[in-house]
């Protein structure tokens, strides 16, 4: 007998064997069947949702639900428009504050010109260390009490610190309690239900620029979150355990876990390795420098160290997200890639490029060759678009978060939001990889357009495919996990440019609504 029969929708399943549906049967939290497989089994409940659009709860395969979390809970200074009333925010915070350091958020130098110094920090900070987050989570700036602390050999520009600077930053401020950090991932949870979403790929515990404390999985544990989580983990933590010569393991996580370890609920993922910085910090490698520029970013660590980590983590089975944003990164990640499987064969290893956020047309073969799927972030061009754009200059614009040519290619495309970066809706996300046109009205790379199925596809079975779940999420399909959305529009049918506009009713889990509507 069903626990509930679903009857009157307009389904979207996202499985090319029955596409759409009117009727969907749901037993202990996952789908029977639809349709005729399900009409006439008998069902303790039925509801006829008078048809309303639903289609699979949409997979966020690249997150950072802690960093959003707390950020949400934080001292803002959004928009930054002007120094002195960033300036002045910062300083009421600190006066209202009796804690050491003072977390800002919000912080981008865009818009004023150039960045806030440690000097004027000191002048508002009342006495606190004071932690301002760029946007990108590429960067910060700090004050001189926190200057004072950092190691030996940290370089910086009048407090600014970018990519490894930051995490020696960060590293002094932390660690975040998990009662912290479970009040966060409960936040930023309820944000991604509100967006349809109802699994994510944390990207990246433990270590390097995300980690907010050396036991932040328990606080996964712990929180007992209702949504899905799968968590990469970052390359850091993997060292020498004196493994078994024969076991492959030059380096590994302790206890020797690696991807695929956990369950449907909660799980590791992907063995997270940065590259490079981001372009909103002007931090992301690239080839040649960014127009207007003399200089083309910067490589995370060492190249060597780099290609050993990746190597490393290949060989001891990981799957790997590897963090590439510009070109210069994306040939470190192919090569090391490739050299990898050339040395240590490992067919269906999944592994992923995060970002790839300017891909040369001579990359991308490169992609399909090894199996290697994209990860990319379109919200960050309908937001930042214009300025990713002006960047690149007119010759590399239309390499930026590329859609078609990676389908063209075989690349599977991936859609995820790096969240809190920008506002992260997955219907926003389709809306620009349809229109590819930003949130001023500017086209960014028009040939890179994809259709609404393909853009929906790369937030649902892609996407699960990318965190090793296509089993259990993605699809409304016999044995899946009964994650829905209840949508009040249908993106196949609603105006391009008004995709992300479309309210989210509801959305379930195991057959369970947990937020909006009851409609059930």
Avoid at 160 to 169: D, K, Q, R
Avoid at 274 to 292: I, Q, S, V
Avoid at 333 to 351: E, F, K, M, T, V
Avoid at 429 to 438: A, L
């Amino acid at each position: 007998m069903l626990d509930l029969r679903l009857t009157g929708l307009a389904c979207h399943t996202m499985d090319p064997a029955h596409p759409t549906a009117r009727q969907v049967g749901i037993w202990a939290g996952r789908i029977v069947g639809v349709d005729d497989a399900v009409a006439d089994l008998p069902a303790r409940r039925e509801v006829d949702l008078g048809g309303a659009v639903v289609l699979p709860g949409f997979v966020d395969a690249h997150v950072h639900l802690a960093w959003a979390g707390l950020g949400a809970g934080a001292v803002s200074v959004a928009p930054s428009e002007d120094i002195a009333a960033v300036l002045a925010t910062i300083g009421a915070a600190a006066a209202a504050s009796d804690d050491e350091w003072l977390d800002v958020v919000g912080y981008d130098q865009r818009p004023l010109g150039r960045h806030l110094t440690a000097t004027e920090l000191d002048r508002v900070a009342c006495g606190r260390k004071v932690l301002l987050l760029h946007d990108s989570g590429h960067a910060c700036v700090v004050n001189s009490p926190v200057l004072a602390e950092l190691p030996a050999g940290v370089e910086h520009d009048h407090g600014f610190l970018a990519e490894g600077g930051m995490a020696a930053a960060r590293a002094l401020r932390q660690p975040y309690s998990l009662s912290e950090l479970t009040t966060a991932l409960h936040r930023a949870a309820a944000t991604c239900l509100a967006e349809g979403v109802t699994t994510v790929a944390e990207a990246g515990i433990g270590g390097g620029l995300i980690s907010h404390s050396p036991v932040e999985l328990a606080a996964y544990q712990r929180a007992d979150l209702p949504i899905r989580v799968r968590l990469m983990v970052a390359a850091s933590l993997l060292r020498d355990l004196g493994a078994h010569r024969a076991d492959g393991l030059p380096r590994a996580m302790d206890l020797g876990l690696t991807s695929g370890f956990g369950g449907d609920r909660l799980g590791i993922g992907a063995l997270k390795v940065f590259t490079d910085g981001g372009m909103m910090a002007r931090t992301a490698a690239l080839t040649d420098p960014y127009a207007g520029s003399d200089h083309s970013g910067q490589f995370y660590a060492d190249q060597d160290e780099l290609r050993a980590l990746i190597i490393d983590g290949h060989r001891a089975g990981w799957q790997l997200a590897v963090h590439a944003i510009g070109d210069r990164a994306v040939d470190l990640a192919l090569d090391a890639i490739a050299d990898a499987q050339r040395a240590y064969p490992r067919p269906g290893a999944r592994h992923r490029i995060e970002h790839a956020g300017a891909v040369r047309p001579d990359q991308l073969p490169r992609f399909a060759d090894h199996d290697i799927s994209a990860v990319v972030q379109p919200n960050f061009l309908y937001y930042n678009g214009d300025d990713y754009a002006a960047v690149m200059g007119p010759d590399r614009a239309d390499w930026l978060y590329r859609g078609r040519a990676f389908l063209d290619h075989g690349v599977r495309l991936v859609g995820s939001s790096d969240r809190p970066v920008t506002p992260s809706a997955p219907l926003r996300s389709i809306q620009f990889m349809t229109t590819r046109r930003t949130n001023s009205g500017h086209t960014v790379g028009p040939a890179e357009s994809v259709t609404v199925a393909e853009a929906l596809r790369a937030y649902t079975t892609e996407a699960a495919w990318a965190c090793g779940m296509e089993d259990a999420v993605g699809s409304i399909a016999e044995g899946r996990l009964a994650d829905l959305v209840v949508l009040g529009g249908d993106p196949h049918t609603t105006e391009p440019d008004r995709i992300g506009d479309i309210p989210v009713i509801a959305t379930a889990i195991g057959g369970r609504i947990v937020h909006g509507a009851h409609l059930w």
